[in-house]
């Protein structure tokens, strides 16, 4: 009997959505909901996308480039950690990365599948919202502290509040995955020809991602505006080629910034971030990094310790940084490449407003990372988003 789609779907992101203290250790592999799930699936889609799909060159493109950002990352681990220790850890990466990529190129192929995404995600802020608000208010993480009670795991809340409210985690590890994760429903929501309450289905997913108080989340959403504000203001003024206009501003921008700051990036910082503690560790943090990736820029470190001053912090809050530094640049070039390739392509075969919010969305997403690591959950859903964008593309056939 073959499997409805839409319980795929659903299953995936209820998986995504537990909490990481239901999960198990199998010898020395931490086995989540999502990482069991995608172990099941992963042989089935990629035999899918190999010997199945019916694909154009440039769908090709961005799927080998996906998959090789996702190969390049397996041996950089190898040749840093040895064969078994890579191939663990590294076969892990694989799976989490490539199984949800292709369970958004397999399952969401279609109009009516898309459309069952926006009404699923709109069923998960509807029942997050009066979860992460009660957090909120009373410094209850309920989810996270009911889990533990049940599973195990031992949750501790070291965040502290900000503006005296707690930070809400929702089923997530941090509350910047949970403002970042929730951060990319509302434009959706608010184009999406199947959304009867725009304006109050939008207000419900921006509240569960404030909820957080992270500035990942914060910074999103601004973007999103300020990218939503240009495309009406250009489309006013019927300005051609917005979006290579806007890019050639950004660029001006940049080169007038250096003119009055020694350091652009700690200015960009210093105006992204909640404190000027904050922009500075980023700062520093992006600039031994950068001298980590130029010491490895073919395999990069693996998982081994960056070298930095004694005194700084082990962790890098910048995905894209972090992802030069494990695994070299030919894996963080591969996955940027894929990214700007899907985004020219939607721009060039699809006009509806619903592909529009999905390029700002997918650019808020990838200026988030500059802010935060992707991991766990979050990481497995930057890649199914990836794969999301793929049924925007339209052919002569209509949409992939």
């Known amino acids: ?146 889990a533990s009670t049940i599973f195990g795991g031992g949750f501790y809340n070291t965040i502290e ?62 973007l999103q505006g300020a990218l939503l504000a240009w495309s009406k203001l250009a489309d006013t003024l019927k300005i051609s080629s917005k979006w290579r206009k806007l890019i050639l501003l950004l660029i001006i921008s940049y080169l007038l910034m250096s003119l009055v700051s020694s350091s652009p990036l700690k200015f960009f910082l210093s105006k992204i971030t909640f404190s000027q503690q904050t922009a500075y560790f980023r700062t520093i943090i992006f600039e031994y990094g950068a001298q980590n990736v130029a010491a490895h820029p073919i395999f990069g470190l693996g998982f081994s310790d960056w070298v930095r001053p004694f005194w700084m912090p082990p962790s890098v809050d910048n995905f894209w940084l972090l992802t030069a530094m494990r695994f070299g640049l030919p894996s963080l070039i591969s996955l940027v490449a894929a990214v700007f390739i899907l985004m020219n392509l939607i721009l060039k075969t699809n006009k509806d407003k619903i592909s529009t919010a999905y390029i700002i969305v997918l650019v808020s997403f990838v200026f988030a990372g500059c802010t935060v690591h992707f991991w766990n959950q979050l990481l497995v859903f930057f890649y199914f988003f990836l794969g999301l964008g793929i049924a925007l593309v339209k052919t002569e056939k209509g949409p992939v």
């Open 1 to 146: 009997m073959k499997a409805n789609p839409k319980h795929i779907l659903f299953l995936f992101f209820l998986c995504i959505l537990l909490p990481p203290e239901i999960s198990f250790n199998l010898g020395s592999i931490r086995l989540t909901p999502y990482r069991l799930m995608l172990l099941i699936l992963i042989i089935p889609l990629l035999k899918w996308l190999f010997f199945d799909s019916d694909r154009g060159w440039y769908i090709k493109l961005i799927d080998g480039l996906v998959i090789f950002n996702c190969c390049w990352s397996v041996v950089s681990l190898i040749i840093n950690a040895g064969l078994s220790q890579g191939i663990e850890s590294g076969g892990i990466l694989f799976v989490e990365s490539i199984g949800s990529y292709l369970i958004a190129r397999r399952l969401i192929n279609n109009q009516e599948m898309f459309d069952y995404y926006i009404k699923l995600s709109m069923f998960l802020c509807v029942i997050l919202l009066p979860l992460v608000l009660f957090e909120m208010f009373t410094r209850i993480h309920l989810i996270r502290e009911v």
């Open 161 to 222: 509040p900000r503006m005296g409210f707690a930070r809400s985690y929702g089923s997530f590890e941090h509350p910047i995955l949970l403002g970042v994760f929730a951060s990319t429903f509302g434009l959706l929501f608010y184009y999406s020809n199947v959304v009867k309450k725009k304006k109050t289905m939008f207000i419900t997913a921006v509240l569960v991602s404030l909820s957080s108080l992270s500035s990942g989340g914060i910074l999103a959403i601004a």
